[in-house]
């Protein structure tokens, strides 16, 4: 990351770092089996919900986002809370352009699994055309060039950008970055807390 300001303006053509970050552990229950409508009700509470209070950023994470000019985040309380967690709250722009790709139940009606279970049956559905009057899989990746706009937006003026947003989502808008000439130079994965640093290609 660049930390002079000067250095910055005078090579304002070439757009700044961009760090695709994922929330904190939420605080939520997955150990329980429930039926389809309960997982639909814990996915429910899971989009309105905050972190574990035992959550905690690394210090490479915190490191980034004091090195950052500009930090945005998804409008969902997960990931405003992670970027929260990084740097005060008047420093956080938030954005619903940001937020997850849809987790539709399965319309297993007799069966009870543990939530991680139904999230993986769910995003395999709906990756392939399942979307229950949701988000659509279609929908979402004309969500992630809009995305992209936004954060090319603000990496154009050579300012060097944190998202704090959403494991899968995160994903979808890397072909767009790819596709774009953005390079990934760290690849951290896809943990609570995990990030991936971008560059664009001259």
Same mark, same amino acid.
């Given at each position: ?7 910055? /303006?005078? @090579? ?8 695709? =970050? ?6 939520l229950?997955r150990? +329980? ?6 997982? $639909?009700?814990?996915?429910? #509470? $899971?989009?309105?919900?905050?972190? !574990?209070?035992?959550?905690? *950023?690394p210090?490479?994470? +915190?490191?980034?986002? +004091?090195?950052?000019d ?14 929260? @967690?990084?740097?005060?709250?008047d ?5 619903? %352009?940001? %937020?997850?790709?849809?987790l539709?139940?399965?319309?297993f009606?007799?069966?009870?699994? /543990? ?5 993986v ?10 979307? &229950?009057?949701?988000e659509?899989?279609?929908? @979402?990746?004309?969500?992630?060039? @809009? ?12 300012? !060097? ?13 890397? *072909? %767009?970055?790819? =596709?774009r000439?953005?390079?990934? %130079?760290? !690849? ?5 807390? #995990?990030? &991936? ?6």
């Open positions: 990351m660049t930390g002079s300001t000067t250095s910055k /303006k005078t @090579a304002a053509t070439k757009p700044g770092r961009l760090v695709l =970050a994922r929330h904190g552990k939420p605080a229950d150990s +329980k089996r429930v039926s389809s409508a309960g997982y $639909y009700a814990w996915w429910q #509470a $899971y989009e309105a919900g905050g972190l !574990d209070v035992a959550s905690k *950023p210090q490479t994470l +915190k490191d980034i986002a +004091k090195q950052s500009k930090i945005l985040s998804s409008i969902r309380l997960r990931a405003v809370e992670t970027a929260q @967690a990084l740097v005060p709250d420093r956080i722009v938030r954005h619903e %352009v940001f %937020v997850e790709a849809a539709p139940a399965p319309p009606a007799l069966i009870r699994m /543990k939530p991680s279970a139904w999230d049956w769910s995003r395999f559905l709906w990756w392939l055309g399942m979307s &229950r009057g949701e659509s899989k279609a929908e @979402a990746e004309t969500r992630a060039f @809009a995305a992209i706009d936004e954060l090319e937006r603000a990496t154009a003026d050579g300012s !060097d950008v944190l998202l704090c947003a959403h494991g899968w989502f995160n994903r979808m808008m890397r *072909p %767009v970055l790819q =596709a000439n953005w390079d990934c %130079v760290y !690849d951290g994965r896809d943990d609570y807390w #995990a990030f &991936r640093c971008y560059e664009k290609r001259s």
